[in-house]
T-cell receptor, first 112, second 115 residues
Framework: AQSVTQLGSHVSVSEGALVLLRCNYS??????LFWYVQYPNQGLQLLLK??????LVKGINGFEAEFKKSETSFHLTKPSAHMSDAAEYFC??????????FGEGTQLTVNP | DAGVIQSPRHEVTEMGQEVTLRCKPI?????LFWYRQTMMRGLELLIY????????DSGMPEDRFSAKMPNASFSTLKIQPSEPRDSAVYFC?????????????FGPGTRLLVL
C-alpha cells in the first residue's frame, strides 16, 4: 500500500519567510498526491493535488508543490508566509479505490 | 453551494450511551467517507461508501461502530455503547468518484467527548 511521511511535526517561520513543508511518499505505482490544510476547529481543505499532468502544481493561497520522482518527494512551498497560513498541513496519497492515506501532519506557526 | 454538513458539531455523552453522528454530503457526490482524528492516531479512514454501498469498512474499530447510508444525501455513524477512548473528532467527506482523480471535500467535523 502507498504511504506518505511528513518530516517535522512542527515548523515555525517568520512572517514573509519561505515556507517549506516536507512530504515523502512510498508507492509501487505512479502516485496521486494531495496537500490539505486544516485550520483550528475546521475540516480539511484541499490546497492542491498531483495527477501526473505536471510536476509543479500550483494551489490556492499561493502554495505550490513539486513532484520529484527521483527523490520520492512532494514538498509544499510558499515564497512568503502570512500570519493567516498558521494551520496544520497534511500530505496524502490515494490508495486502492478512493482511499486516502494521510501523513501525520505538520503544524505551521508563523511568527510576526 | 452548501458543503458537507455534519451534525451535531459537538457531543458530550457518558460511557455506555449510544451516539449517532450525521452527515449530508455535497449534492451530486457519489462517494462518502467517515474519518476519525485523534492526537495519538492522526486521521484514520473508518469506512467509505460508493453509490450508497459500503466499499471498505476495514478501518471500523470494532463491532460497537456501525455506519449506514440509506440514500445519496444522508449517512450516519453510530457508536453503541460508547467508551471514553472513542473521544475524537469525526469527519465526513464526500467526492465525485467518476472524476479520474477525485477530490474529497470535508465537513467541519463532530467533536465527541465520552465521559
Amino acid at each position: 500500500a502507498q504511504s506518505v511521511t511528513q518530516l517535522g511535526s512542527h515548523v515555525s517561520v517568520s512572517e514573509g519567510a519561505l515556507v517549506l513543508l516536507r512530504c515523502n511518499y512510498s508507492s509501487s505505482v505512479p502516485p496521486y498526491l494531495f496537500w490539505y490544510v486544516q485550520y483550528p476547529n475546521q475540516g480539511l481543505q484541499l490546497l492542491l493535488k498531483y495527477t501526473s499532468a505536471a510536476t509543479l502544481v500550483k494551489g490556492i493561497n499561493g502554495f505550490e508543490a513539486e513532484f520529484k520522482k527521483s527523490e520520492t518527494s512532494f514538498h509544499l512551498t510558499k515564497p512568503s508566509a502570512h500570519m493567516s497560513d498558521a494551520a496544520e498541513y497534511f500530505c496524502a496519497v490515494r490508495n486502492s479505490g478512493s482511499r486516502l492515506t494521510f501523513g501525520e501532519g505538520t503544524q505551521l506557526t508563523v511568527n510576526p | 453551494d452548501a458543503g458537507v454538513i455534519q451534525s451535531p458539531r459537538h457531543e458530550v455523552t457518558e460511557m455506555g450511551q449510544e451516539v449517532t453522528l450525521r452527515c449530508k454530503p455535497i449534492s451530486g457526490h457519489n462517494s462518502l467517507f467517515w474519518y476519525r482524528q485523534t492526537m495519538m492516531r492522526g486521521l484514520e479512514l473508518l469506512i467509505y461508501f460508493n453509490n450508497n454501498v459500503p466499499i471498505d469498512d476495514s478501518g471500523m474499530p470494532e463491532d460497537r461502530f456501525s455506519a449506514k447510508m440509506p440514500n445519496a444525501s444522508f449517512s450516519t455513524l453510530k457508536i453503541q455503547p460508547s467508551e471514553p477512548r472513542d473521544s475524537a473528532v469525526y469527519f465526513c467527506a464526500s467526492s465525485l468518484a467518476s472524476v479520474l482523480v477525485e477530490t474529497q471535500y470535508f465537513g467541519p467535523g463532530t467533536r465527541l467527548l465520552v465521559l
